[in-house]
């Protein structure tokens, strides 16, 4: 599955806003993402990552959990698309499944955790 934004060329973004509710998991996703290169922000939630994607225009990939309270991840990536349409978007989750979030009307980059970095990176490439 490929986002709305992505294309095939093989850039890695250089910017990446990782977004998940659980702070072991963004710190190590900032971690793996910034040994290989990219410039790595963090957001806690849907809220915050929106008021960071609006203030920070050179933000070019947005990672992210699906399962989060208040926004959820699709919820943040259909905002994203909207508002940002140069994001390329790639979700991740324990819990739901790549199907049930084809029907939701748009298809995302997905990968399940626990994941493989070289996975993440593979779906960050433009």
Known sequence: MVGPAAGKDGR???KVLVVDDEPDLVELAHALLGYHGMDVCIAH???EALEMLAADP???ALFSD???PGMTGL???DATCLHHPHVHIVLTSG???PELI???GRQYAYIPKPY???DVIGRLRR
């Open 75 to 77: 919820e943040l990536a």
């Open 45 to 47: 939630s849907g809220a």
């Open 102 to 104: 084809v029907p939701h």
């Open 95 to 97: 819990y739901t499944a």
């Open 66 to 68: 699906v399962m989060m």
């Open 116 to 118: 493989r970095i070289e």
């Open 58 to 60: 050179t933000i070019d």
């Open 12 to 14: 890695l973004p250089r």
